[in-house]
């Protein structure tokens, strides 16, 4: 069985062929089997009398959906179409925009922009509301027809309207559809500091994280000063990658655990010998759209005091889905487990809390934009250990490094905030001088 830790879309991995109706149904007791006749009697009078005639599919379809939307906001049925979308969104490339949404009240809401896709360029952000393609409105329609019309020939272009949470008014964005292609990891050397840039876990990336890091040690002649790790909307993935990735990082200790629900279910992930970074100075940057995986990562290396985490809180998604294939082409996603940092704290529902919070600056949007976060989604899982943060007074005031205006920032050459600051974090923590941009920045908020 496939262990994710997903947020919004799922990914595909090795799984087992579970044949659990049978034994279900040979354990259900007495009242329950009143409840499944009071279902079947429901069943029937809505097929001969409804106003207009459904077929079995469409009711049995609701119905699967609506027992499991009752749970929880990640555990799901996968048909034929969601099985291939998975497979596609994982293993392939797609003509389309590079835009991850989910539905929400009827309207389709943006997760987050693929990094360098179509959507990421022209400045789409999370958080954002889609309510016209090419002038159609798509309000009450299914993810699946908007995700339909989105997707396309690369070199065709589609009309998207906008509506961001703070501006007055909607406005356009034209895009022309390219292939996507899903690339895990990312790196490049920025004043001899290395970035890792991992956009997703799926089924290579911890293979990704080592070539970077490979790579980054060749090109900098063995002298790298440190590793930036960006888990920014980065929306999680498989567990073992997560594991991988944090075991690049560290030379023993324990990566996280997860917990069933029976009290002994209890499985612990630890580091192997062998730190790929040398021991040098690490920074994990996250924000409200780093889920699940890339939280299991940023929390490891927070608790085993191997990295700095900066930025904004994470999303807070502490759950564990394993994927149980059905049939050769579908499957059920069902939230088995809890997961814990190696501390033993749950992220569900307050995140990874930066040790250095950091703002973007340079984005415009970003005092009026609101965060979605896993505490936001309906029936989402109840952190069972709750932390009493009354006794913590709140610091209200300005902190005098983060005043800068993304105007100002721009004319210093900084296009991304959070990651100048990180770097020349990295720059102070090695003993070495920053550049002169910084202080460039410093001196226009006068």
Partial sequence: MAKF???????????ALVPAVSAALAAVDVDTYKELDQFMSVFE??????????????LIRGAIDGMLASLDPHSSYLDVRDFQNLRTQTEGSYGGLGLTVSMEDGAVKVIAPTEDSPGDRAGIKAGDYITHLDGQLIYGGTLDEAVDKMRGRPGTKIRLTIVRPGRDKPFDVTLEREIIKLKAVKWEIKDRVGIININSFSKTTGEGVRAALTAIDKATGGRPL???????????GLLDQAIEVSDAFLERGEIVSQRGRDAGDIERYYAKAGDLAHGLPVIVLVDSGSASAAEIVAGALQDQR???????T??????VQTLLQLTD?????????RYFTPSGRSVQEGGIKPDIPVPQLTDADRKDRPRLREADLRRHLINEAKINDDVLE????NDPRFAGTPEALEKAGVKDYQLDYAVRTIARLANVPAAPALASAKGSRR
């Fill in 394 to 397: 709140d610091d209200v005031k």
């Fill in 329 to 337: 082409d579908t499957a059920l996603r069902l939230t088995t487990a």
């Fill in 226 to 236: 440190g590793y930036v790790i960006d888990l920014r909307s980065n929306p999680g």
């Fill in 306 to 312: 191997r990295g700095l985490v900066m930025g904004e």
């Fill in 5 to 15: 830790l997903l947020r919004s879309a799922g990914l595909v991995g090795a799984v």
């Fill in 314 to 319: 994470s999303f807070g998604k502490g759950s």
């Fill in 45 to 58: 009078r809505v097929r001969s009398e409804y106003v207009d005639k459904v077929d079995d599919q469409t």
